[in-house]
């Protein structure tokens, strides 16, 4: 193992925590990590929301391989290469009717970035310019950008990097535990919190309003499920107001709920999609905005010299990360893993939420392949019993993840059944022992 520590300054980590007992990961296959001294360990998360395909399949590693040998970059302004076409089509095709545009991004941050700059530039392109406010909503997260920590609802973010951008506002978080506390799939209660939206246009009025971006479920604040109806709700305030509205799908797309995207999973489609991470199985950083075609459209006017859309990134469609994408999906559609997670959301329901009598658990939610169990902080001292929880199953060879007191669950989508009783009981005993 390497031993020196210093240098690596990790993101959002507890680093002098880390520093002191490392966590360090070899090598994976399949359901599993192995650690530096040669310990096994089942991924109850896909990584980080990302592989969910599993680990080191074939396809994705021969593709990357060869595409490294036979194209390791191309210019992404004013060039291409086949595959960005192919892939992009390939996208489309999985995606809701009539979002057919698909711009290349490295991340789900810079894909978050991306559908903000252009939602303000649709308006504008269409002579509606006062439309510049982006609406966000409280608990949730767009990545780590400007753009991003500005829409999102997090404080922390407004705690450490002071005001962010001028011109954003807020709707109302979602959950609501007195109602829907241990609700199976989409809670019962809450379509009117949709109408937050409706007390943001009377304050500042749908002629300045450009979008407002959600996740249809929010992961890293904690496994928040739209509860029924409120989707739907949403669309029909955007559509009257003529306010664009965009689903951050980096967590919810490729799978994750049951169908490729959330917005088919909810049943409500979206004016821009972004999605990250389960895009190449999370083997080579990208992003994507997925466009509906009447938005990309309006950009098409002008002299035919001119760019179009003023925005890109130098890795945009990167040869590697296309290659890493076509692997993913060939690997999703063979085996069928983009509807897997409606298949085995039902035995995953009932594994989590027989959680509900463990000691210290507040909620349980769930949703396709995504659980949430919320903890009772311990007092005084928020995030730790969670942690603690961490540690322990991490110890005993499962990892799972937690945001504030709350667990979040997100296998990959090649999961058994017998990997999900695995993680329930690891996380039972961990429970027992943090009591
Ligand atoms: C909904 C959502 N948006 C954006 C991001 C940011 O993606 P990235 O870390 O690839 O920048 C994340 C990451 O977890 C996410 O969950």
């Known amino acids: ?45 896909a990584g980080l929301w ?101 829409v ?17 506002d807020h709707i109302r978080h979602t959950h609501d535990p007195a109602r829907n506390a241990f609700s199976v799939g989409q809670p019962a209660h809450g379509a009117e919190f949709a109408e937050d939206l409706e007390r943001l246009v009377a304050l500042h009025d749908a002629s300045t309003i450009a979008a407002v971006i959600v996740e249809p479920v929010a992961g890293s604040t904690g496994v928040l499920i739209p509860p029924q109806g409120y989707l739907q709700r949403l669309r029909e305030i955007c559509d009257k107001h003529g306010i664009l509205l965009i689903f951050d799908e980096v967590i ?9 995207f959330g917005a088919q999973t909810f049943g409500v489609t979206p004016d821009l999609m972004t999605v990250a991470k389960g895009i190449t199985n999370g083997c080579v950083p990208m992003g994507a905005v997925i466009a509906r075609d009447k938005i990309h459209d ?47 959301g039902p035995y995953f329901a009932q594994a989590i939420h027989s959680l509900r009598e463990e000691p210290n658990v507040i909620d349980v939610r769930n949703i396709g392949l995504v659980g949430g169990i919320e903890l009772q ?34 296998p990959p989508l090649i999961v058994e059944q017998s990997h999900i009783d695995h993680i329930v009981e690891t996380i039972r005993q961990a429970l027992r022992r943090a009591a």
């Open 1 to 45: 193992m390497y031993k020196e520590l210093d240098a690596y300054w990790m993101p959002f980590t507890a680093n002098r925590q880390f520093k002191k007992a490392p966590r360090m990961l070899a090598r994976s296959a399949g359901m599993h990590y192995w650690d530096d001294k040669g310990r096994q360990i089942l991924d109850a998360v």
């Open 50 to 150: 990302c592989v969910n395909a599993g680990h080191a399949r074939p396809r994705i590693v021969q593709a990357i391989q060869d595409q490294a040998a036979e194209l390791d970059f191309a210019p992404s302004f004013q060039m291409a290469h086949p595959k960005a076409f192919e892939l992009a089509d390939r996208i489309a095709k999985l995606a809701p009717e009539g979002m057919n545009k698909v711009f290349f991004t490295n991340s789900g941050s810079e894909a978050v970035e991306t559908a903000l700059k252009m939602a303000i530039a649709y308006h504008r392109a269409r002579g509606d310019g006062s439309r510049t406010r982006l609406i966000g909503r409280e608990r949730g997260y767009h990545g780590v950008n400007f753009g991003g920590i500005s």
């Open 252 to 260: 919810t797309g490729f799978g994750r709920t049951g169908q490729p």
């Open 298 to 344: 309006v950009f098409m006017t002008g002299p035919e010299h001119l760019i179009e859309f003023f925005h890109g990134y130098t890795y945009s469609a990167h040869p590697l990360a296309c290659a890493a994408a076509l692997g993913t999906l060939d690997t999703y559609a063979e085996e069928g893993l983009l509807t897997r997670a409606g298949d085995l």
């Open 377 to 410: 902080p311990l007092p005084g001292q928020p995030t730790k019993r969670a942690f603690d929880v961490f540690l322990d199953c991490y110890d005993k060879g499962v990892m799972i993840r937690t945001t504030g007191d709350i667990i979040a669950l997100s």
């Open 152 to 168: 999102g609802g997090i404080v922390s973010n407004r705690k450490m990097f002071g005001t962010l951008l001028a011109g954003v």
